[in-house]
């Protein structure tokens, strides 16, 4: 069954399902980012764009693995523009998701990412089961870490972990918030359920 909408809205921005027809501005957006992403973002460790049809494969297997009640990956626009990429991840246990996001470079220090991580951990709480969302950064990436300490989250713990990113130490900062802390509605939200 799958719980999560095709599309949430946040106060300036649409967060939906990338779809086949985005591939060819899915690998715009990232080839004009790579310098940015290289630093932290192990697939975007290539010297070019990746190719239209490796992100039609991606975006396919995105969407299966949505409506088999997995991870949630989403598009984040603004207008017709491709501003990031972002997703609800079911890689911390059961009761938990991890929010994961990246901004096209321009569109950095925006607020965008902080605007996504609420909107997300508003959308999180609204699925039955879930009393947990994390955030989690290399030590090194400290815009990334300015976003969940901005939303209220909790620097819960260091953790080492292989470097998989040119810039990244090797130390992980996870930050958590529970349910019970969470303020919802920080920005405005509306979200339409998958069809």
């Not at 080839?31 to 975007?44: D, Q, T, Y």
């Amino acid at each position: 069954m799958d719980p999560w909408p095709e599309r949430t809205e946040t106060e300036r921005l649409v967060l939906r399902c990338w779809t086949v027809d985005d591939a060819a501005a899915l690998s715009a957006a990232i080839g004009e980012s790579l310098e940015h992403l290289r630093p932290w973002m192990p697939w975007a460790s290539g010297d070019a764009p990746p190719s239209v049809a490796s992100q039609v494969e991606l975006i396919t297997g995105w969407d299966a693995q949505r409506r088999d009640g997995g991870d949630l990956t989403l598009g984040v626009f603004a207008g017709d523009g491709v501003v990031g990429g972002t997703g609800l991840h079911r890689r911390v246990g059961p009761g938990g998701l991890e929010i994961g996001y990246w901004i096209h470079v321009d569109h950095v220090r925006n607020g965008y990412a902080t605007e996504v991580s609420a909107g997300l951990t508003d959308l999180a709480f609204t699925i039955d089961g879930i009393d947990r969302v994390e955030i989690h950064h290399d030590a090194a990436n400290v815009p990334s870490g300015r976003v969940p300490a901005r939303l209220g989250y909790r620097r819960i713990a260091d953790v080492a972990h292989p470097p998989e990113a040119p810039a990244e130490t090797g130390v992980r900062w996870c930050w958590r918030i529970r349910r019970e802390e969470w303020v919802p509605g920080q920005f405005t939200l509306r979200w339409s359920p998958a069809q």
